[in-house]
């Protein structure tokens, strides 16, 4: 989304590139793999009936079929009970052709009363291939009887350009998810498709989510934390200090006002506004 991830995606191509042309890589059948076309969590809320996870298998057309099965890992921290918080409708995954795109089907079972979040995490195993870095993820059920479900679930993130309104890039996943013991705060997961997770208070009464000064939202290898900070607009100035403030409609979508992407070298973008579309 961003110029500073575009320039390093095209360093890596030339050095890819550039090595090709003495030591060519052959991939083989050896290397095939298979894991989670997630990250290593993600939210689903209870109203959402069934949802899908995909599967991802990097092979080979033609190489043979390829099985692959998912279990629910125990654990203290995992309270979400298979059976009666949720059903997996599929745990034996195959990939027939030797490579593809199979999903894991979950469904959620509702309740009407206020438990809080819940959570589960499922593992990936396969027999016959190699299983990738993603071999694990863990699923938060968002209780929709949370006083902040308004706000809770996943969103479709844009940037809008300072400068001249335009947007920067294209759109990008995120999501928003209760903190637990807190009736107050929420996580805020990839905001500006940065990958790092940060802290808002939510007044549901003001329609207002006020984004925490001070976080990261990305951390870059050459120059170091990315910070969010608010932007006085009418100032032409930014300030460390204040919270960046989204006003919240109806639906739970959500528009945050002026800030900026700041680095010790500079800002990598400063924005009018970013929106959130709820999905």
Not at 8 to 31: G, H, R
Not at 74 to 103: C, H, M, R, W
Not at 170 to 196: C, H, K, M, P, R
Not at 204 to 229: F, H, V, W
Request: hydrophobic share 35%; with cysteine.
């Amino acid at each position: 989304m961003k110029n500073i991830h575009y320039i390093l995606l095209l360093v890596v191509m030339i050095i890819t590139a550039s090595c090709s042309l003495n030591e060519p890589q052959m991939f083989s059948e050896k290397d095939s793999s298979v894991m989670f076309d997630k990250k290593s969590s993600t939210s689903i809320g209870e109203k959402n009936g069934t949802f899908k996870i995909p599967v991802v298998l990097a092979g080979i057309p033609g190489s043979g079929n390829v099985t692959a099965s998912i279990e629910v890992v125990p654990g203290n921290d995992y309270k979400a009970i298979e059976g009666k918080d949720f059903v997996i409708e599929n745990k034996n995954l195959s990939f027939p052709q030797g490579y593809g795109v199979d999903t894991v089907k979950i469904t959620i079972k509702d309740n009407s009363v206020f438990e809080g979040d819940k959570t589960f995490k499922l593992k990936l195993s396969s027999a016959n291939v190699k299983v990738g870095s993603y071999s694990e993820v863990v699923v938060t059920i968002a209780d929709d009887e949370h006083p902040l479900a308004l706000v809770i679930g996943d969103y479709s993130g844009a940037d809008f350009k300072l400068k001249d309104g335009s947007q920067d890039g294209g759109n990008y996943d995120a999501s928003i998810n209760s903190i637990s013991g807190s009736l107050t705060q929420v996580s805020i997961y990839n905001f500006w498709g940065g990958g790092e997770t940060v802290i808002a208070e939510v007044n549901l009464e003001a329609k207002t989510i006020a984004m925490l000064p001070g976080q990261i939202i990305y951390i870059d290898s050459t120059n170091g934390n990315c910070y969010a900070r608010y932007i006085d607009a009418s100032a032409g100035k930014y300030d460390k200090t204040s919270p960046i403030v989204g006003t919240i409609d109806d639906k739970g979508n959500i528009v945050w006002g002026a800030w900026g992407a700041q680095v010790s070298a500079g800002f990598y973008g400063t924005y009018k506004k970013t929106t959130f579309t709820k999905k």
